[in-house]
Structures are given as C-alpha cells and as structure tokens.
C-alpha cells in the first residue's frame, strides 16, 4: 500500500524526451547508426553533451579515474549512496537507446529529486560507464569500480585497430592508470539501479510495459581453433581427408544435445565467426577457427556446458584426426539481482499501476559488476521486436515514459 509518506514522482516527460533526441543526435552518421565508441570524438562530444545537462540544471559534475562521468545530488562520501546510470558509449552504428537511455533517465530521476525538495536519507548519483560495449574489451568503468581493473589489461587493451587504451585515453589528456583508483569500496554503495532496453523480444510480444530483472546470464566466450590438413579437393579420397569444417559442422550439429542434456531451458549457445582456412573453393579446409558464445543464469549449469562442449569437441577432433585448442575470450559470472532492489522496483511498479513481469537479462550489463560490491537490479523496457545493437533499436515513448517513473521512484524509496 502506498502510504502519503512515499509520494509518487514523475518525470518531466518534455525535458527527458528532449534529452533522449538531443543525445541521440550525437555520433549520428549518414547511415542513421550511432558511432560513440568509446574515447572517440562521438564519445568525446557525448561527454561534454552530458557534463553540460549536469551543469545546466545545478548537480555536482565528477568524474572518477577510469572516466566514468557522475551527477550527484547531496553528495556525502560518509554515507553510502543510490547509483543509478548505464553507459552512453555504443557499438559502431549503434541505436540510440542502449546505455543512453539508463543515464539520460536517471540524470532526469535525479533533476526531479532536487526539485521535489524532497528529504532524502542517502546522497544520489547519476553514471555513465565507460567502455562498457567492448571497443577496448568492455565494460571498463564499471570494472574499474568494483575494483577488477588490473595494470596489465591497462596496459596491453587495444582495439581492433591496434590503438591502445593508453593512447586513446591519453587523446582525452586522461591518464588510464588512474582507472585503478576508480575503486569504490564495498559497503560504500547503498544500491545500484540500471534501466536499459530489453534487447530482446519477450515484453514487446507480451505487450507489457516493465520488466523486473531477476538475475543476469553468466557467459563464457571461447575462441576455438581446429586444425587438419588442407589439401586438393579432387585428389584427396574422402576417407583420407582431415576436413576442419566437417569437425565444425558435426560439432555445431551437436550443441541442441549438449543443451538439452547439461544446460537448462535458459541455456543459449551461439557459434557467431567462423574463419576458414586457407578459404578456396578447390581446396579442403585445413584449419577453421571460430567462436563460441554460452550463456546460463546458473554458474553450476555453465561449469557443466563448459565440461560437456570441451568432451565433445574432443572426441571429434580424436575421430577426425584434428588438433583441437580453445582459448578463453571472456568469462563472466551469473549474478542475482539483490533483494531489497528488487523489492523497490516490484514497489515502485505497482505504485504506477504498470503491467510489468519478472524476467532474466540475457544480455551482459554494467550491473552484473557493480553487483560484485553493492547491491544491484535492473529494469528493463521493451526492445520494439528485441532488436538492438542496430539503428533499429526501437521503443515506444509511453514505455520509456513508464521505464523513467519506474526509475524515479525505486531510486526515491531506496534512498529515502
Ligand atoms: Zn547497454
């Protein structure tokens, strides 16, 4: 029951909306896709974009080491604080939601929360994250935050173009040793809020405005190397062949059995880049390296996958006469959304009569790391079709609307 003492806030839909489209305008190429990637001139005018909206309307500008950008509202380091944020650097042509939207809204949670004059317990933040969609490995600030940023990824990131996070960071007269004075301590964040975009159908085919995450899928990303023999594709009898590709193929022809037998009905397993080689028509393929991409909300079900793909790939490589080696791209760990968050957004939600479910994010997020040292949740809004990473990216105003309030009002109960 909502009692007088939790009022309900809404946001300035005009002034939210202009931000959303101002924003949005930012790093937009002829293609209509964004570029902010991050320490690119996109992202460059993104941050004096947003450090001017933080200054404009009379909220404390910081800016840690690892330049993640913050807007605080009674700022107090002896207390610990309500986060709210996501991140405004993008994927190359990128929509204009992802991550934008959860620091555009949570500026505009915090500009209502000074204007309410509403008394409030715990000091508040805004954030913007930086390099959370991977130009220099992903999810940099958020790292650096929980304190998992380490010299030598400092050192040795680069791009995909060989440009280094030291060089591009140095672009922007920043320092990115200091990343790693970025650390927060824990117990020094009271809660941690993220709102995002789906990024994938399920509240756009059900029709409902609000999803309330549970938990966020865990991943593990390997690189997979298969070496044969390339050899002439007329010469050589089938029975005498040492075929990379048909090692792949019998492999991916595998994976529904792997899933069904060791995974859980949430479990995703995606070969998305095959590289073949030498890669003629005429010749058997010597060598095939590609990626494999699993995902669970469970760490025991991904610790099985793992054991299980590993078992199979090599008995193929055995029977086929290949070498096998894997490299680990990334690991990421599953992560429960805290409790008491949960609670707020459930409370905030059925204080604004919107139609919402629980879900699980299927997608990695900036709160999956915080949530190593704070409590932490997430709200998600519909993804028009579940498209994203795309100019695509589509959602309707009336759920990013409800997606604000919702914010708004979990940041206000958790902070009052
Ligand atoms: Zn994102």
Redesign the pocket.
């Known amino acids: 029951m909502d009692t007088p003492s939790k009022p309900q806030l809404h946001v300035n839909t005009e002034r939210l909306r202009k931000d959303i489209d101002d924003l949005a305008r930012i790093g937009l190429r002829k293609d209509q896709g964004i570029y902010r990637m991050a320490f690119s001139e996109g992202d460059r005018a993104g941050r004096d974009w947003l450090r001017q909206r933080i200054s404009d309307c009379g909220l404390e500008f910081h800016q840690d080491g690892a330049a993640n950008l913050y807007a605080r509202l009674n700022w107090n380091e002896n207390i610990p604080g309500v986060i709210a944020g ?2 405004m650097d993008t994927v190359p042509s990128a929509g204009h939601l ?2 934008a939207l ?1 620091v555009v809204c949570a500026l505009e949670a915090l500009r209502v929360l000074q204007e309410s004059r509403i008394k409030l317990k715990r000091p508040l933040e805004a954030v913007s994250f930086s390099d ?2 991977g130009r220099f490995g992903g999810m940099l600030g958020s790292q650096a935050v929980a304190g998992l940023v380490t010299p030598e990824y400092l050192y040795n990131a680069c791009d995909l173009d060989g440009v280094t996070l030291t060089s591009a960071m140095s672009q922007f007269g920043l320092d990115a040793r200091e990343a790693l004075h970025a650390q927060r301590a824990p117990g020094s964040i009271h809660a941690y809020v993220e709102l ?1 975009i789906e ?1 994938g159908p399920v509240l756009d085919r059900k029709g409902l405005s609000i999803g309330i995450v549970d938990a966020i899928t865990g991943l593990f990303k390997w690189e997979i190397n298969l070496i044969g023999v390339a050899n002439h594709a007329g010469t050589t009898p089938m029975d005498m062949r040492a075929d990379a590709f048909q090692g792949l193929a019998e492999f991916a022809a595998q994976l529904d059995r792997v899933l069904a037998e060791y995974g859980s009905p949430h479990s995703t397993a995606t070969i998305g880049r095959v590289e073949l080689k030498p890669g003629a028509a005429n010749v058997i393929p010597g060598q095939v390296v590609f990626s494999l991409d699993v995902r669970d909300t469970d760490p025991h079900t991904l610790g099985a996958l793992a054991d299980a793909l590993r078992r199979s790939l090599s008995a193929i490589a055995r029977r086929r006469g290949l070498m096998f080696e894997f490299s680990v791209l990334s690991e990421i760990a599953p992560v429960q959304c805290a409790a008491p968050v949960v609670e707020a957004i459930d409370a905030a939600v059925n204080s604004l009569g919107l139609s919402a479910t629980h879900l699980r994010s299927g ?1 990695a ?1 900036d709160a999956q790391i915080i949530a190593g040292i704070a409590p932490a949740g997430m709200i998600f809004v519909p993804s028009k079709e579940g498209r994203s990473h795309s100019s695509a990216e589509w959602t309707a105003w009336r759920d990013i609307e409800a997606g604000a309030n919702t914010l708004l009002n979990t940041l206000y109960r958790l902070a009052a």
């Open positions: 996501s991140h992802d991550g959860g959370e969609e995002h990024q997608a997020h």
